[in-house]
């Protein structure tokens, strides 16, 4: 243990230079979601997923496009919040819960900033599934970019409904109860 120069009864306080921080990181990890989804959306708030901004800058080959709207340039964050598939897909999912007025809008560049929004809308009853469901959407919205992507799927939003409501049955089967609390029956 390193000791106050000044004085020596005191400990010194050593500060980890290489620490981050992290706003929500509260909503991220200590919600229910598997590790994968929880590693993928820790990457995308920091901007640090491989699509076509970061691959540019490698000088990698790349589409400039969005994969999914074809309209603006894409960003990881676009992807998230502004592209208007994924404002479908959000749309959908947060009506029933009475958060259609937490849907990103088009000129919304941050997903994080998107999240505490929704999040202030929340009972503190429901803010821990409310964010597995969230997690839970970004992870489906970023699995159906990387389908239209690597295997040439076309982009639809009722494929990226009809795999959200597949993966939200078994996320609340592996032991999402706060998720499964919320009571959200996914309709087509």
């Known amino acids: 243990m390193q000791v106050d120069a000044t004085n020596p009864n005191r400990p010194m306080k050593l500060f980890f230079c290489g620490a981050v921080t992290f706003k929500p990181w ?8 598997p590790g994968k989804c929880k ?23 790349h589409l400039d496009k969005c994969p999914l709207c074809d309209q603006e340039d894409e960003t990881i964050q676009h992807l998230l919040t502004s592209c208007v598939v994924a404002r479908r897909v959000w749309l959908k999912l947060f009506t029933p819960l009475n958060l259609a007025d937490s849907v990103p809008q088009q000129n919304e560049l941050s997903f994080a900033d998107c999240w505490r929004k929704t999040m202030s809308r929340v009972s503190k009853k429901h803010k821990t599934g409310v964010n597995s469901l969230i997690i839970l959407g970004a992870w489906i919205i970023w699995k159906h970019r990387n389908a239209c992507v690597v295997e040439g799927a076309s982009p639809s939003v009722s494929m990226i409904w009809s795999e959200l409501k597949n993966e939200h049955s078994l996320w609340c089967m592996a032991g999402a109860k706060k998720l499964q609390g919320l009571g959200l029956v996914l309709a087509d």
């Open 26 to 33: 509260r909503r991220l990890w200590k919600t229910w979601a």
């Open 39 to 61: 590693m993928f959306l820790w990457l995308a708030i920091r901007n640090r997923c491989w699509i076509a901004d970061r691959i540019a800058k490698r000088g990698l080959s």
